[in-house]
């Protein structure tokens, strides 16, 4: 998987593990992911959220066969962050075979929430 020139690495976002039904990923609370008043932008967050689900999912496919979409996102922002590094960690709470459901809890450096999302994945079949 390229993830250069995408919003993962705009975002500089880093995947630091990845397993069956789970990933975590940092990245920064700087200018890049910061609205206006100085704080992470919720945007941010669910773009983490729905990362971390994406690769997750696709981890769990067939990727030759198989790959996935973002069906539906819900996010919680918590509390606010101006500085420093977010971690998401993510699991599959749900997986089938057309969809699966990821939860993600996205936590600072002290391990204190900042963002609860769900995330529904579809699992489409690839044209041959």
């Not at 976002?13 to 397993?19: A, Y």
């Not at 769990?60 to 962050?81: C, P, R, S, Y």
Request: charged share 20%; aromatic share 2%; glycine share 8%.
């Amino acid at each position: 998987m390229n993830i250069s020139n995408t919003m993962i690495s705009a975002l500089g976002m880093e995947i630091v593990e990845l397993s069956d039904g789970k990933v975590i990923a940092t990245m920064p609370v700087d200018e890049r992911t910061r609205q206006p008043f100085g704080l992470l932008h919720g945007g941010a967050s669910v773009a983490l959220a729905e990362t971390v689900a994406s690769i997750g999912a696709y981890h769990l496919v067939n990727q030759e066969t198989e790959a996935v979409v973002g069906l539906e996102i819900n996010a919680n922002h918590i509390k606010g962050k101006r500085d420093g590094v977010v971690t998401a960690i993510g699991t599959v709470a749900h997986k089938g075979k057309s969809t699966m459901v990821w939860d993600i809890r996205i936590v600072d450096e002290q391990e204190q929430l900042i963002c609860i999302s769900r995330c529904t994945m579809a699992v489409i079949q690839l044209k041959k």
